[in-house]
Antibody, heavy 123, light 107 residues
Framework: QISLKESGPTLVRSTQTLTLTCTVSGFSVSTRDLGVGWIRQPPGKALEGLALIHWDDDKRYSPSLKTRLTITRDTSKNHVVLTLTNMDPEDTGTYYC???????????????WGPGILVTVSS | DIQMTQSPSSLSASVADRVTITCRSSQPISNFLNWYQHKAGEAPKLLIYAASSLQGGVSSRFSGSGSGTHFTLTISSLQPEDFATYYCQQTHSVFFSFGAGTKVVSK
């Protein structure tokens, strides 16, 4: 059974660095054609993609946030870590990790999601 | 960057209504378009991938169509559990992006 779960601090202060971990089970983060992405949702706003790490360690970032983001993986622990530097109250929101797979036609999509973790940034 | 525009931003509907949500991309994206349902306090749920493929376990009242820049999600007969926010997502460009969402509320 596939599952993902986010963990990390739920309260951080402005200017601090946020580090979140996505622990997965039911698949390996190094399985061909799979990936793990991070997506967030500020209160009352839309989903926003943050970062994605592919099975071969290829990494992609949101163009608007890439200077603040780092995504890494630990294949021995089967987890993916996201760091976001210089946190601001506008970074408050629910952070999700999700498994990325691809269709037979090669179209990527996120088929399994973690429950999310609410992160609040205090000033 | 590819911009995704959803319409309407919200709609009011009744159980058994047919509901259609539109998503347009700022550039052609072939069929690299997915639809998700999101309820407050829950994880988003994949409904449709590759524009028209129904995810396993998802009710057949959900369907998707379109290609290029114009896509639609249709709920053939709205059920009480379908009141939620729906997002389209493009995965054609270097980095994926979502539309702003369409909130479906009870009339």
């Amino acid at each position: 059974q596939i599952s993902l779960k986010e963990s990390g601090p739920t309260l951080v202060r402005s200017t601090q660095t946020l580090t979140l971990t996505c622990t997965v089970s039911g698949f390996s983060v190094s399985t061909r054609d799979l990936g793990v992405g991070w997506i967030r949702q500020p209160p009352g706003k839309a989903l926003e993609g943050l970062a994605l790490i592919h099975w071969d360690d290829d990494k992609r970032y949101s163009p608007s946030l890439k200077t603040r983001l780092t995504i890494t993986r630990d294949t021995s622990k089967n987890h993916v870590v996201l760091t976001l530097t210089n946190m601001d109250p506008e970074d408050t929101g629910t952070y999700y990790c999700a498994r990325r797979t691809i269709s037979w036609e090669g179209v990527p999509y996120f088929d399994n999601w973690g429950p999310g973790i609410l992160v609040t940034v205090s000033s | 960057d590819i911009q995704m525009t959803q319409s309407p931003s919200s709609l009011s509907a009744s159980v058994a209504d047919r509901v259609t949500i539109t998503c347009r991309s700022s550039q052609p994206i072939s069929n690299f378009l997915n639809w998700y349902q999101h309820k407050a306090g829950e994880a988003p749920k994949l409904l449709i991938y590759a524009a028209s493929s129904l995810q396993g376990g998802v009710s057949s009242r959900f369907s998707g169509s379109g290609s290029g820049t114009h896509f639609t999600l249709t709920i053939s007969s709205l059920q009480p559990e379908d009141f939620a926010t729906y997002y389209c997502q493009q995965t054609h460009s270097v980095f994926f992006s979502f539309g702003a969402g369409t909130k479906v509320v009870s009339k």
